[in-house]
């Protein structure tokens, strides 16, 4: 009985995250779930953009290409009272870039009845990342690299681990063009009680374009094609960004071929060596919608 109740509550808890993909047949979906304000805002079409401590997620090889040293704080709030934090650094030591990443999902105070009246306690669910990632900038316009992960989940009083791998490639031409490949969570996990957990494996290809308007604004259009290997259907990912002397930027995002989500917003402002970054997402079935923050510091 109890993990019969676990199980549906556990259902519950997922709509917002099993909402992120259409007949979800993977574990874990918290690994496919998008980190960085700004890549948020911009539809996480990221793959060709990750030149900052949030890459870390969508491509490995595209931190080589950050001009600084960074670490990058976030969190994001979902309904239903979950929440998603986001701790990620990067180092350079030429040629090569090391980041190190944390992130986590975490649901808390869940009723358990196991009949009608009161609660007989409650219990929570905590989903957890820690990776470290090398990336090497073969020469100006190429990049490679790749990330270790230890996976960590828990639900109630049961547990599970285990460990994945992402690589990535970045090509770019001039300062304007970049295309990028990468395969994210080749692992295993595991068994959580008797149940086996599905990585969901993914492949990502994406491009982007940067390109000044005048002495004040300049323009960035992403775009990636995101499949999941267990699910069905591509993802299209796609999304822009105008900004105002790299102090003041406005985002938008759309993603086609997800259930419940599609237009995404955001902003970023920067001061001297901080910059600080919003993005909204609104679901639809009343699903509400996710809230993101996140805090840059150049070193």
């Not at 997620?57 to 040293?69: D, L, R, V, W």
């Not at 709030?77 to 944390?102: M, Y």
């Not at 992130?103 to 009246?117: A, C, F, K, L």
Request: charged content about 15%; hydrophobic content about 40%; some cysteine.
């Amino acid at each position: 009985m109890k993990y019969k109740i676990i199980s549906i509550l556990l259902a519950v808890w997922s709509i917002p995250m099993l909402s992120e993909t259409r007949n979800a047949s993977t574990g874990l979906p918290y690994l496919k779930l998008g980190v960085g304000a700004r890549a948020i805002g911009m539809g996480e079409a990221y793959g060709a953009l990750s030149d900052d401590a949030s890459g870390i997620f969508y491509n490995p090889a595209g931190i080589a290409f950050s001009e600084t040293n960074e670490v990058t704080v976030m969190h994001k709030q979902w309904a239903f009272g979950t929440t998603t934090e986001f701790l990620g650094s990067t180092v350079h030591a030429n040629p090569f870039t090391f980041g190190f990443g944390f992130n986590s999902t975490n649901v808390n105070g869940i009723e358990i009845r196991q009949q009608p009246g009161p609660a007989q306690g409650t219990f929570g669910l905590h989903d957890l990342a820690i990776s470290a990632t090398a990336s090497w900038r073969v020469d100006s316009t190429l990049s490679v690299g790749a990330t270790a992960k230890f996976l960590y989940e828990k639900i109630y009083v049961d547990e599970s681990n285990g460990a994945a791998f992402d690589f990535g490639i970045c090509y770019k031409h001039s300062n304007n063009l970049a295309i990028a490949l990468a395969v994210s969570n080749l692992g295993s996990m595991s068994r959580l009680v008797s149940d086996p957990i599905t990585l969901p494996t993914g492949l990502r290809g994406g491009a982007s374009f940067f390109g000044p308007l005048n002495d004040d604004f300049a323009v960035t259009f992403a775009s990636d094609l995101l499949k999941v290997v267990h699910d069905n259907g591509v993802r299209i990912h796609a999304g822009g960004e105008i900004s105002y002397r790299s102090q003041l930027a406005l985002r938008a995002g759309y993603q086609i071929g997800y259930d419940a989500k599609g237009l995404s917003a955001g902003l970023g402002v920067r001061y001297s060596l901080i910059r600080f970054d919003y993005a909204f997402v609104p679901f639809s079935n009343q699903l509400g919608e996710t809230h993101t923050f996140a805090l840059t510091f150049n070193l």
